[in-house]
């Protein structure tokens, strides 16, 4: 069994739906959509793409109101924490807008399994539960056998480890879930297939079609979690984000009891890379949180320190109910930095602490260990 094929959504209807995405503030019609889809139980695609518009700036207070009364009501006063650990920057791939594209002049380092429990024994002392781990894609020794060493590893010391690598076939994904592998963050990056051919210039990334069934293969393996999103910024945000929801969707309804994700990840500046085609700004990301919150009131809304101090503050428990903190985008960096090549610049560079004294003075809780997965 299989995904559907390509499209996520049938042209006819995601032309119509992104007529609606479209809908402008002023434009009465587009702002009786968007009333219509605020009092909406449960909604579909056609209520998010009201939401996703121009048109619902004149309700994002109202939006607020009610992403945070969601997330209060579905994870209370916490905010669930991770952070992402670099293992490795080798990369086969010639992706235009990554700083660890195999074009780009930087230093490549793959850890050790030595270095890498360094770098985990730190982390697990700082409390920490979750660890994602990250590399480039499939390269000489970075390859399935080195992510399995270390995902075994990893989970000596922390519950849940998820990783954020290359894309494997069903069957390498079950030994990873043997080593003890939670979860995949499998972004596809953009969902319009011209402009993934052109950003994807050469290596394992460009075969679309096998990123956008990943998720599938990992679910059928076993893996528990997906975290799904969009490179905002690439292309047209709200096409993106239409086929993102589409997406999860038809996951959703083949493996309803996976623990699913979405992520609002910004085209963050990086040496020699790409810049942003078609900037999205913080209203609208703000406006895309809350809708995404108000359509799909149960699952994880993620916000990672690529996003400033205010819009992090501001959208912490108000849709947004997971967050990394702490975070490096070199290889190692919380023992031992080896090498400053960076993935991308962060925003937020805050330690654990003064994060989750500022989510206190907020009234929220920051979660380092997730007591469910404990039990596994």
Known sequence: MTLAPLPLIEPKREEALLRIASGQAGDREAEQRVERALGARPLGLGELAALLSPAADAYLEQMAQKARALTRKHFGRTIELYIPLYISNECSSGCDYCGFAADRKVQRRRL????????????????????????????????????????????????????????????????LVRAGLFGITIYQETYDRELYRQVHRWGPKRDYDFRLHTPERALRAGVRGVGLGALLGLGEADRDLLRVAAHLDQLYRRYWQAYLSVSFPRLRPEAGGRVAARPVGDRELVRYIFAFRIALPKIHLVLSTRESVLMRDNLAGVGISKMSVGSHTTVGGYEHQYGDARQFELADERTCEQFCQTLAERGLVGVYKNWDTAFI
Request: hydrophobic share 45%.
């Open 112 to 175: 050790s399994l030595a270095e890498i429990e360094r770098e985990i024994a730190v982390l697990a002392r700082q409390g920490f539960d979750e660890v994602l781990l990250l590399t480039g894609e499939r390269a000489g020794e970075a390859d399935l056998i080195f992510l399995e060493d270390a995902v075994r590893l990893c989970r000596a010391y922390v519950t849940r480890v998820t990783v954020e690598a290359f894309p494997l076939q069903t069957e390498e994904y079950a030994r």
